[in-house]
């Protein structure tokens, strides 16, 4: 099982003092699946939505990554349509990959990060990566309308 203090600090400093433009809250009163909401970032594509995200705890939390997708329809070239989010952060295989040093904190600032500075070079998915690196102005033309079209207008703590 997870390591329930370090959880229960962790998901506490997350509700009292969340990082800007990030939302947690705790689903059906269960430790392991929380929700989040992120702000677009300002000057990104992004930046007049709300995303939802779903957040599933692991067995072996802090030695293995929470599980993250994104619930809100992003178009992204690191996040598929299905949600999953392409970041070496959540991945076990690379030297950047998860350790237990890092909170669901730092895992949804980065992600935060990602959705204002997109890496195309290790797409989820290809053809938005070409496009952005090839067309950027279609790229973000894209995006806007999605979010403009998926996410809620509602915003959480400012930018």
Same mark, same amino acid.
């Given at each position: *099982?997870?390591?329930?203090?370090?959880?229960?600090?962790?998901?506490?400093?997350?509700? !009292?003092?969340?990082?800007?433009?990030?939302?947690?809250?705790?689903? %059906?009163?269960? $430790?392991?699946?929380?929700?989040?909401?992120?702000?677009?970032?300002? @000057?990104?594509?992004? %930046?007049?939505?709300?995303?939802? $995200?779903?957040?599933? !705890? $692991?067995?072996?939390?802090?030695?293995?990554?929470?599980?993250?997708?994104?619930?809100?329809?992003?178009?992204?070239?690191?996040?598929? =349509?299905?949600? =999953?989010?392409?970041?070496? *952060? $959540? +991945?076990?295989?690379?030297?950047?990959?998860?350790?237990?040093?890092?909170?669901?904190?730092?895992?949804? !600032?980065?992600? =935060? +990060?990602? *959705?204002?500075?997109? +890496?195309? @070079? @290790?797409? *989820?998915?290809?053809? !938005?990566?070409?496009?952005?690196?090839?067309?950027?102005?279609?790229?973000?033309?894209?995006?806007?309308?999605?979010?403009?079209?998926?996410?809620?207008?509602? =915003?959480?703590?400012?930018?």
């Amino acid at each position: *099982m997870f390591n329930k203090p370090r959880l229960k600090k962790e998901l506490s400093e997350l509700i !009292v003092d969340p990082p800007i433009g990030i939302k947690v809250n705790i689903k %059906e009163n269960s $430790l392991n699946i929380l929700e989040a909401e992120i702000n677009g970032p300002k @000057d990104s594509p992004y %930046e007049d939505g709300v995303f939802k $995200l779903i957040i599933e !705890v $692991l067995k072996d939390y802090p030695f293995e990554a929470p599980r993250i997708n994104f619930i809100t329809p992003i178009y992204h070239p690191n996040i598929n =349509r299905i949600g =999953r989010i392409c970041l070496h *952060m $959540l +991945n076990k295989s690379t030297e950047f990959s998860w350790k237990p040093m890092y909170t669901i904190k730092h895992a949804l !600032v980065a992600i =935060r +990060n990602l *959705m204002d500075c997109p +890496n195309p @070079d @290790d797409p *989820m998915l290809s053809a !938005v990566a070409k496009e952005y690196t090839t067309n950027k102005d279609v790229f973000e033309y894209k995006a806007k309308k999605f979010t403009k079209m998926y996410a809620t207008m509602r =915003r959480t703590n400012t930018q």
